[in-house]
């Protein structure tokens, strides 16, 4: 069951109000439907969400939210063709997902993503060559292209332990955003990151959207940070995941942090994961 959404905050711009009315007439880009997922342990089969619903449309930056164990990770990776679900489907551009797919990039948050063994442009051309997207020089090209976007371009020709934490996930957004996916999945992929470079990581994240406005399905449990990178969220409850309640976070920015509304926000959804939580545990 979908979600009731939760009030926007007020003072949402008349551009973002014509966004949402625009929205309402187009067709979902990605649509998660009635979605039950399982996984098996050595004793039983146990379900990681229950029937959850959504619909992402372009240029979306989409937040599963919810505390651990929930199945968010869960979902991603089924939005990524990775695990079938048991119930219900998920549709990208009306199609079912059945198996991965170059229209489906993964960054997830281990910085030993990237083979250590290529240099950095190398690590960007890989997936191009190996789906043969592109020939090598076009490869190249596009490689030091999405390089320079995340401000890497003069560390093309460097190896990944030459780089810091924040450096080597700035690469592999990179590389999946040089695949131009139809929608850029993310699962937690700052989260091992200090406090002040995930903070940049966010603002460079935001600052790229602005600039490619690529469809993003991101994964968090920071409750601050959804609000802060998603423009909508979808809370989950406690395992299994349901879905909880979709939050509209246009009118949140990294500079709203502090704000008294932001804080209100916050406190809202903290309110209601630790509610489902006591729910679950009683």
Not at 88 to 97: C, K, M, Q, S
Not at 199 to 225: C, G, N, P, Y
């Amino acid at each position: 069951m979908r979600g009731e959404p939760l009030a926007s905050p007020p003072a949402l711009t008349p551009t973002l109000s014509r966004e949402r009315e625009r929205r309402q007439h187009e067709a979902p880009l990605l649509q998660v439907d009635g979605v039950s997922l399982d996984y098996r342990t050595p004793e039983r089969v146990v379900r990681a969400t229950h029937r959850v619903s959504f619909d992402v449309h372009a240029a979306d930056r989409f937040v599963l939210l919810g505390p651990s164990g929930c199945g968010k990770s869960t979902l991603l990776k089924a939005v990524g063709g990775f695990i079938p679900p048991v119930e219900g489907e998920i549709r990208l551009d009306g199609r079912r997902v059945t198996q991965p797919g170059p229209d489906r990039i993964v960054v997830f948050q281990e910085f030993d993503q990237l083979p250590p063994w290529k240099t950095v442009k190398q690590n960007v051309m890989f997936p191009l060559l190996a789906s043969r997207t592109l020939g090598r020089k076009e490869a190249a090209e596009r490689a030091l292209h999405y390089l320079d976007k995340v401000g890497l371009a003069k560390f093309a020709d460097v190896h990944p332990h030459q780089l810091s934490g924040g450096m080597k996930q700035r690469v592999a957004i990179a590389r999946a955003l040089a695949m131009q996916p139809r929608v850029l999945l993310m699962d937690e992929p700052f989260a091992a990151l200090d406090a002040l470079t995930r903070r940049k990581m966010q603002q460079e994240l935001l600052a790229l959207w602005d600039e490619v406005r690529f469809t993003l399905l991101f994964v968090t449990h920071s409750i601050e940070e959804a609000l802060v990178v998603g423009n909508r969220i979808a809370l989950l409850s406690p395992h299994p995941g349901r879905m909880r309640a979709e939050i509209n976070s246009h009118g949140f920015s990294l500079a709203s942090l502090g704000g008294a509304e932001f804080q209100r926000t916050a406190q809202r959804i903290h309110d209601m994961l630790f509610e489902e939580e006591a729910e679950a545990a009683a």
